[in-house]
């Protein structure tokens, strides 16, 4: 159990083009959704934390209108890279928790983004 | 402030040899404890988890306790094998008023076990 899962898995393009991100928790419904970013051999950055139907909490230096996410459902979250640039090429990884897992996060495999 | 602290990787052992990675961190109120492993190109997994003082989490051969009177929670594994080089992530929750736990992770230690 406590299954998530990312789509894609990795995705090249250009410079100024938008990409879309889906974070699925396949096997129970999460209450919250965290988005993070890592750049090669560091540690995971929290860029925001998402609850079903309320807007998405960003951490500071995140830019929200650079980095749009929503979790319309309890299975669903988004991250939408808008007008993509080479420095935002990163692996960014989602995780979810549920109701019956309160301090516990469960995490996707991670979506190689390549900016050109 | 909250953080959480590890040895600075990569860490090079030879297989069966036995592991240490270092983790410390400092916390305000009563964190819960967490390893995370890595593997190349993959998202992460929970290697195991202590949520009070003394306790003992352990999976797969590793094993952490948490002490509190030294705020830590070294990992060990007393044979290592060559699928177990990974990055290996400390972490901490801490739990933040109607938003529930936000983990903050250590900056990761590398380990490289070979044959």
């Known amino acids: 159990g406590a299954v998530v899962s990312q789509h894609p898995s990795w995705v090249i393009c250009k410079s100024g083009t938008s990409v879309k991100i889906e974070c699925r928790s396949l096997?129970?419904?999460?209450?919250?959704m965290f988005w993070y970013r890592q750049f090669p051999k560091q540690s995971l950055m929290l860029m925001a934390t998402?609850?079903?139907?309320?807007?998405?909490?960003?951490e500071q230096g995140v830019e929200k209108d650079k980095f749009l996410i929503n979790h319309a459902s309890l299975t669903l979250s988004t991250l939408t890279v808008t007008s993509a640039h080479p420095e935002d090429s990163s692996f960014y990884i989602c995780?979810?928790?549920?109701?019956?897992?309160?301090?516990?996060?469960?995490f996707g495999p991670g979506t190689r983004l390549t900016v050109l | 402030g909250n953080s959480v602290t590890q040895m600075e990787g990569p860490v090079t052992l030879s297989e069966e040899a036995f592991l240490t990675i270092n983790c410390t961190y400092t916390?305000?109120?009563?964190?819960?404890l967490f390893w995370y492993v890595q593997y190349p190109g993959e998202g992460l997994q929970l290697l195991l988890k202590?949520?009070?003082?003394?306790d003992k989490g352990s999976n797969k051969g590793f094993e952490a306790t948490y002490r509190k009177e030294t705020t830590s929670f070294h990992l060990e594994k007393g044979s290592v094998q060559v699928s177990d080089s990974a990055v290996y992530f400390c972490?901490?929750?801490?739990?933040?008023?109607?938003?529930?736990?936000?983990?903050?992770f250590g900056q990761g230690t590398e380990l490289s076990v070979k044959p």
């Open positions: 995780s979810a928790r549920g109701r019956r897992s309160y301090n516990e996060q469960f």
């Open positions: 916390a305000t109120g009563y964190p819960s």
């Open positions: 202590a949520t009070k003082a003394d």
């Open positions: 998402s609850n079903e139907g309320s807007k998405a909490t960003y």
């Open positions: 972490a901490l929750t801490i739990m933040i008023y109607n938003q529930g736990g936000k983990l903050i």
């Open positions: 096997d129970f419904q999460a209450t919250t």
